[in-house]
């Protein structure tokens, strides 16, 4: 059984860093896709960050390229978002999700895994 338990969210100031964590079990780290997605209230969740275990690779929403970071242990099947330089627009619930690699990890519908979410509320 999948299970992924997401940390570190937080308050923190525009401008300020936090650090995302979320830990895996219940699967082949290797085999699987994962990402980060937020959600606001009444809108459409959306994706943050996904790793794809076809060479390691990643990819960003163009509203925090450059901003934020996602890295993946597989020893550990972990799931770790770096977010620097946060600003009020990045508020929202943050969700980790995991799926089977069957060749994309880009999008929400390829994702039939997810935690329960944490909360990240950047002030002005």
């Known amino acids: 059984q999948v299970q992924l338990v997401e940390s570190g969210g937080g308050s923190v100031q525009a401008g300020g860093s936090l650090k995302l964590s979320c830990a895996a079990s219940?699967?082949?780290?290797?085999?699987?896709?994962m990402g980060w997605f937020r959600q606001i209230a009444g809108k459409e969740r959306e994706g943050v960050a996904t790793f794809s275990p076809a060479g390691g690779t990643t990819s960003y929403a163009d509203s925090v390229k450059g901003r934020f970071t996602i890295t993946r242990d597989y020893d550990k099947n972990t799931l770790t978002l770096q977010m620097n330089s946060l600003k009020p627009d990045d508020t929202a619930m943050y969700y980790c999700?995991?799926?089977?690699?069957?060749?994309?990890?880009?999008?929400?519908?390829?994702?039939?895994?997810w935690g329960q979410g944490t909360q990240v509320t950047v002030s002005s």
């Open positions: 999700a995991a799926a089977p690699y069957r060749g994309t990890c880009r999008g929400p519908s390829v994702y039939n895994n």
């Open positions: 219940g699967f082949r780290a290797r085999a699987y896709c």
